[in-house]
């Protein structure tokens, strides 16, 4: 029996690693030739939806890299249907919401999660993964300002007008919208923790789209609603695109982790953050396509600016994306186990 690896937990927590644990946001999609394959036969929501094929895609990178962990293959609108919402996967667009909220009566429409019942077949996956995994399983979810902005603006948008008009416009439905959404996810959690996650993920990736006052006026209130009701024993990761300028505010939102993303070079981040806040990050995911030695000194430029202090995952600053080369993503993990250890301090680091 394969050993459990519990490097990337314990670089949650803080704790000394003999390498940095490497790991992929979106690492099962796309660029996998076995995923294509599948989705010839199945649609994302099938995929999703069912047990079996949701364990199936999320072990494809782990058998194909020697990754730190898995992330459940998922996507962060499957709540937003058992709460009222009317959404839809739509190839080569994204969700699109076939009724817009942007009213109180809207808000109203909004529903209470019950993930255990609602939301079964993901707690089925995780439970059938938790059997077949050597590392750690990272459940997630969206964050109530990255699901309010599918929900407000209808589906993807560049400019956030809509969302941002609602919250200077109607601030009592805002943070009502963003309360449900708060206790939604947060149950939604506990559910997949309770199933047998080691450790989640808040996706909040279009917080980037908001200045620091309105992060704190319409943002932050909802972020720690959402961390402090939560009472699990598992690393908690708060991450968001584009959120350099808001690194502090999110720290004091909440989370054990900042995922951080290319924005900001990561030693500024350590130093920002405070030496006691572990960080997940933080290359351009496309550099993933450059010529192996320009992304040779990227890695390695990831990992100097980490520095020696525990703490520290590695990641893309996003997710991957389709044009990515499996070979080359299999050699940027093997580098950084490589290489890491030099990075890092020696002294109380096992060998």
């Not at 690492?27 to 030739?33: E, F, I, L, T, W």
């Not at 919401?97 to 529903?111: A, M």
């Not at 893309?316 to 080359?328: K, Y």
Request: glycine share 8%; hydrophobic share 40%.
């Amino acid at each position: 029996m394969t050993p459990f690896n519990d490097r990337f937990l314990k670089a949650c927590r803080g704790e000394p690693v003999d390498r940095t644990p490497v790991w992929f946001m979106r690492q099962a999609g796309r660029y996998q030739a076995e995923y294509r394959a599948l989705r010839e036969q199945y649609d994302m929501m099938t995929l999703a939806t069912t047990p079996e094929l949701t364990a199936e895609v999320t072990l494809l990178p782990v058998r194909q890299m020697a990754v730190d962990a898995a992330i459940l293959f998922s996507d962060i609108i499957m709540p937003l249907g058992p709460m009222g919402i009317d959404v839809e996967l739509r190839a080569g667009v994204g969700p699109v919401v076939d009724r817009p909220v942007r009213s109180p009566d809207d808000v109203d429409r909004v529903r209470p999660l019950e993930p255990e019942g609602d939301l079964d077949y993901v707690l089925k996956a995780i439970r059938m993964l938790r059997e077949e995994l050597s590392v750690p399983l990272i459940g997630f979810v969206g964050a109530p300002f990255t699901l309010s902005s599918y929900l407000v603006e209808g589906g993807p948008t560049k400019n956030y007008a809509k969302v941002k008009a609602f919250m200077y416009q109607e601030p009592d439905a805002w943070h009502e919208l963003c309360g449900k959404l708060a206790d939604g996810v947060a149950r939604y959690l506990q559910a997949q923790v309770d199933a047998g996650a080691q450790a989640v993920q808040v996706f909040d990736s279009w917080v980037g789209a908001l200045g620091p006052q309105d992060y704190d006026e319409f943002v932050r209130p909802h972020m720690k609603r959402l961390f402090d009701s939560l009472e699990l024993d598992v690393p908690v990761i708060h991450f968001g695109v584009g959120s350099a300028a808001l690194l502090e505010r999110m720290q004091s939102a909440g989370g054990d982790v900042i995922g951080v993303d290319w924005h900001v070079y990561l030693d500024d981040a350590r130093e920002r953050l405070g030496p006691d806040t572990p960080v997940q990050g933080n290359l351009d995911p496309i550099a993933v396509l450059a010529p192996w030695e320009l992304l040779r000194e990227r890695a390695l430029d990831v990992l100097r600016r980490a520095g020696p202090q525990p703490g520290h995952i590695f990641n893309l600053g996003h997710g991957l994306i389709p044009d990515t080369d499996p070979d080359q993503l299999s050699r940027l993990v093997d580098l950084v186990h490589e290489e890491s250890p030099r990075f890092l301090r020696a002294e109380g680091v096992p060998s």
